[in-house]
């Protein structure tokens, strides 16, 4: 079985600042995918970031950032230059063999003036 | 750019009726998924869909669900006798056949679903 944990319910950051989310993972599976989603209140899942178990450079898109730790089992989010537009859920998930999202509980980012 | 549709965007129904939420995929994608979002948690898988048949499933996924490719482009998620606590939002998610980035599923907007 395949388990994500968000252990930061809500954060605060200020616009243009960075922020990181954290994100473990727990999997007995050699190779995975670790995705980082967005919820805006609107309630759609926007796709941000994917990491391959098996990619050794961490992913980025844009402002996103995945700093993978394959070793801790950790792939937190960083988001540069926080906008306002970015306050919203972010869900972290891990794919298994049959390509089955397991999401993490999310965390809620705010974005402040 | 392509997305994956979803209708209807609500649904309200009352306990024991049969729902069916609807979802065009992206035309070139072979692999299908529901998820479903009870409010205020997590996303919680439901059911794979490869090939016309389902290729995995969560023990959310009983008897009272079914899936069905009916033509080339919808995809519908089937509840027959819908229960107060299948309240949440649908949502419908395909994947792209390149083996290289099949990993990335494309989501929907989601279907809320209201059982009264």
């Known amino acids: 079985a395949q388990k994500i944990t968000q252990t930061q319910p809500g954060m605060f950051v200020q616009e243009k600042e960075a922020v990181t989310l954290d994100c473990t993972y727990d999997t007995s599976d050699q190779s995975y995918g670790l995705f980082w989603y967005k919820q805006p209140s609107s309630g759609e899942m926007i796709f941000l970031i994917y990491q391959g178990s098996y990619d050794e450079q961490n992913a980025t898109e844009g402002r996103y950032s995945l700093n993978f730790q394959k070793a801790r089992k950790s792939a937190n989010l960083v988001i540069s230059a926080s906008q306002l537009g970015d306050s919203a859920m972010y869900f972290c998930a891990i794919n298994n063999a049959g390509n089955m999202l397991t999401f993490g509980g999310g965390t809620r980012l705010m974005v402040k003036p | 750019e392509p997305e994956v549709t979803q209708t209807p965007s609500h649904q309200v129904t009352q306990m024991g009726q049969e729902v069916i939420l609807r979802c065009v995929p992206i035309s070139n994608h072979l692999y299908f998924y529901w998820y479903r979002q009870i409010l205020g948690q997590k996303v919680e898988f439901l059911v794979s869909?490869?090939?016309?048949?389902?290729?995995?499933k969560s023990e959310i996924f009983d008897d009272q669900f079914s899936v069905e490719r009916p033509d080339g482009s919808n995809f519908t998620l089937k509840i027959r006798s819908t229960k107060l606590e299948d309240s949440a939002m649908y949502f419908c998610?395909?994947?792209?056949?390149?083996?290289?980035?099949?990993?990335?599923?494309?989501f929907g907007p989601g279907t809320r679903l209201t059982v009264l």
């Open positions: 998610a395909s994947s792209p056949p390149d083996p290289i980035s099949y990993n990335e599923q494309f």
């Open positions: 869909f490869y090939n016309n048949e389902i290729s995995e």
